[in-house]
């Protein structure tokens, strides 16, 4: 008996603890304490977000002539996490069914995973296609929606190394394949109809077609050419470029790996010869033109440039890979803008290698490192002159407005076509005009 009761106290003595206990923490001061503990306690910082609103090149008050737009990159962003409801009892596992299902509605479209990506090309709906070496196929982006298709190894053809796009004004898609020497053709359905280029070509690369000649271009970089094909029965019609000097010509008209290519509206040819650093220029017979750029990493020069395209008032953009930057030339090789450098934020690069441009003025870059495109909004001559113009009008209208006794004569207009000025990030260099 005595011993049941002094167990009886124990457990009394043992409950009076746990009220005291739960009444201590119920208490102001404690609860002060551990206010001030989670304040005191390090915050998570705010996620890092870049306005790209009114990014330009070059900048104001500068007149704009490159307009940063989005990217498609192979890191997906998180999806977003609703609140759990309920953890998923043994029966939900047994019947695989998620009890919050009916609230992870929400969450964020996944974007796309890009690899390596190289070559480009746009159709004509806009539709945005990718070679990518690494995942071994053609990536097809709609840019508005997100949207995203694939032209797979092994299911819709056979890839190796691919590198080259170019689609033509039927929709039909060229691919190049370094690794298996050939050019693949797909009809607009996005269908093998044929090949073409097994015996000839040695690791070709970019690849370009003249509409108005019905030419195709590749950069046969093995062999140091650029062989020029038929686009329509894809005949071999002539090369040009000397081959098997192991890389080491330097003479205007040959090359030492040429990688990609690019043609105006007139014709004319504009090669990026890489191992010499330079850009070379040939007419529609394939006659030598001109050159220009040399090795360096001052303005006008290159360090490995590989994609090259033109925009449509006729400036040659090139994508410089070791320099990470996009310089953009006159056809006679004046330096007009240059913009870019090793980064991660919108506007730099890492291994730049390809560079496109549609007919929507939209500028696309291929970055293989950050297994990344960039695209941009080119802001054309008659674009940017309206602007210059409107400017001169708000500045005029200004200077009527004054007193009469304070006015001062206008100065004189400057002279179109020369719409921009030099901004600290081009180092003098004016915009494409």
């Known amino acids: 008996m005595p011993e049941i009761t002094q167990k009886s106290m124990q457990r009394g003595s043992y409950a009076a603890g746990l009220i ?22 390090p915050q998570e910082p705010p996620p890092f977000v870049v306005d790209t609103s009114h990014l330009v090149w070059p900048q104001p008050p500068a007149i704009g002539r490159l307009k940063y737009l989005d990217y498609f990159s192979a890191q997906k962003p ?34 796309f995973q890009l690899g390596t990506p190289y070559g480009m090309a746009v159709d004509s709906k806009g539709y945005l ?70 015996g000839v070509m040695s690791d070709p690369g970019g690849i370009a077609i003249d509409e108005e000649n019905r030419y ?44 990609n290519v690019a043609v105006d509206k007139d014709g004319n040819l504009f090669v990026t010869d890489t191992l010499n650093d330079r850009v070379e220029v040939f007419d529609a017979d394939g006659q030598f033109i001109r050159e220009f750029g040399k090795n360096g990493d001052g303005l006008g020069q290159f360090a490995r440039p590989k994609g090259i395209a033109v925009d449509c008032d006729g400036h040659v953009w090139v994508a410089d890979a070791m320099l990470n930057r996009v310089q953009v030339f006159t056809p006679e090789g004046q330096l007009r803008l240059a913009f870019g450098t090793f980064g991660i934020l919108p506007g730099e690069f890492q291994a730049l290698a390809g560079i496109t441009i549609d007919k929507l003025n939209r500028v696309f870059t291929s970055e293989q490192y950050m297994g990344r495109v960039q695209m941009f909004r080119y802001i054309t001559n008659a674009e ?32 179109a076509p020369k719409v921009t000025t030099p901004s600290p990030s081009t180092a003098g260099v004016k915009g494409p005009s």
């Open 78 to 111: 998180e999806p977003v996490k609703e609140k759990e409801v309920k953890r998923k009892s043994w029966m939900d596992r047994m019947a695989g069914i998620d009890p919050n299902a009916a609230t992870n509605k929400g969450g964020t479209k996944p974007r």
């Open 20 to 41: 005291l206990l739960a009444v201590m923490c119920a208490s102001p001061v404690f609860a002060d304490k551990d206010k001030k503990k989670a304040a005191d306690a």
């Open 216 to 259: 195709l271009y590749v950069a046969n970089t093995g062999s140091d050419q650029v062989l020029v094909f038929d686009a329509d029965n894809f005949k071999l019609l002539r090369k040009i470029g000397t081959a098997g000097k192991g890389h080491t010509l330097t003479t205007p008209g040959d090359f030492s790996k040429p990688t």
């Open 384 to 415: 940017a002159q309206a602007e210059y113009d409107k400017r001169q009008a708000e500045a005029a209208k200004k200077a009527d407005q004054k007193p009469a006794d304070k006015a001062q004569p206008a100065a004189k207009p400057a002279e």
């Open 129 to 198: 296609y990718v070679a990518d070496t690494k995942v071994g196929g053609v990536f097809i982006f709609n840019p508005e929606s997100k949207d995203t298709e694939f032209i797979k190894h092994g299911v819709d053809a056979k890839f190796n190394e691919v590198f080259g796009l170019a689609i033509d004004d039927a929709d039909r898609l060229f691919v190049s394949d370094g690794g298996f020497n050939h050019v693949l053709v797909f009809n607009p359905k996005h269908k093998l109809e044929a090949q073409f280029g097994e």
